[in-house]
């Protein structure tokens, strides 16, 4: 009977998923009951750490020349000017991200990373924010 049991909570265990780190699960995009494999491409969940959330910045660019590593941002939800949030420049991706708009053709933007100092209105995963970027002098 031990012997059973101890088969019966090994399947179970194959079967959990765990997070490598303590946090706040965001969204779960894994089905309950699905078969997942460890993959950097297609995530189980989203997950963050803190308090603090990285929010993905598209600059222009023909906006990217003036703008400064390490330049100071703030965000706030659009429309609500008067609530506005910190953000941290962590860094710059090195990739140029190409979007098609029937309106105005071909874009371009650089993706630069911020961190948000935590903010005192409630945030989820993929939300738009409106940002303004610290200009070089």
């Excluded at 100071?72 to 008067?82: D, F, N, T």
């Amino acid at each position: 009977a031990d012997a059973r049991m101890d088969e019966i909570r090994t399947a179970l265990a194959q079967r959990e998923l765990r997070a490598p780190v303590a946090g706040k699960i965001h969204d779960m995009l894994a089905t309950p009951g699905a078969y997942i494999e460890p993959s950097p491409v297609m995530p189980a969940a989203i997950l963050s750490t803190g308090d603090s959330l990285s929010l993905r910045v598209l600059v222009a660019e023909t906006d990217a020349g003036e703008l400064r590593k390490g330049a100071a941002a703030l965000a706030y939800l659009p429309g609500k000017v008067e609530e506005t949030i910190k953000l941290v420049f962590e860094r710059i991706d090195g990739e140029v991200l190409v979007m098609e708009s029937f309106e105005s053709g071909e874009q371009r933007f650089l993706q630069v990373v911020y961190r948000s100092i935590p903010p005192s209105i409630p945030l989820v995963v993929g939300q738009r924010l409106d940002v303004y970027l610290e200009r070089q002098t």
